[in-house]
């Protein structure tokens, strides 16, 4: 399938947490945080809007007022028991767990929860879905409103970088990557193919 699409992944803005693991807990946008999303979008014309179920995602890609999907393969990655908690006070409480896992995070898992390869594998599969999707619609622009750690898994699938890359990848509130698809086969077919230029926004 050849065709143009532009791509856009943004990221949520500052929320009312804290420094917690913010993975499946659901918080809101602070003010700051509707300002950063407001100013990362602003001249963009999206004729296809995805998002994370998590209210600090699917607000603000409700308030654009185009047609929306939600999909629960775009949440955060799941931090297990640690989910809402301060960092500071996780590592206190359990901090060999909290080592194994900065460790090797592609396959160890936080208790209860999933790993960066999980995390990758969904995502990846989800955007295919949505990028073929909106390709059969003849859409120009697709949207998809997610979060620093599925964002930066992407990224890196699509880059074929090394998990410990992964956190190399600057992505602040309310953070854009830009990807340009030129030519995409389905999975059916063969290898997904992609012509990709990344460009990042940066709210502090």
Not at 26 to 32: E, G, T
Not at 153 to 174: R, V
Request: hydrophobic share 40%; glycine share 8%.
């Amino acid at each position: 399938m050849t065709s143009r699409l532009r791509v856009s992944l943004l990221r949520h803005g500052h929320t009312t947490s804290g420094p917690v693991y913010r993975g499946r807990v659901d918080v809101p946008l602070s003010a700051k945080g509707w300002q950063q999303m407001q100013q990362s979008i602003s001249g963009l014309q999206p004729d296809m809007v995805v998002t994370s179920p998590l209210q600090r995602c699917a607000d603000f890609a409700q308030s654009l007022g185009q047609p929306m999907l939600t999909d629960e393969r775009l949440v955060e990655m799941d931090f297990g028991a640690w989910d809402g908690r301060e960092r500071e006070l996780v590592w206190q409480q359990d901090q060999a767990a909290v080592e194994a896992f900065w460790a090797d995070p592609m396959q160890v898992s936080p208790p209860g929860g999933e790993n960066l390869t999980q995390v990758q594998e969904r995502a990846i599969v989800a955007l295919h879905e949505h990028i073929e999707s909106a390709l059969a619609q003849q859409k120009q622009h697709l949207l998809l409103v997610s979060h620093g750690g599925v964002i930066r898994c992407l990224i890196g699938k699509l880059l074929h970088m090394s998990g410990p890359g992964l956190f190399h990848l600057y992505l602040p509130y309310a953070g854009m990557a830009q990807l340009q698809v030129d030519t995409f086969r389905p999975p059916a077919q063969s290898q997904q193919e992609y012509h990709i230029s990344l460009a990042f926004g940066a709210h502090k």
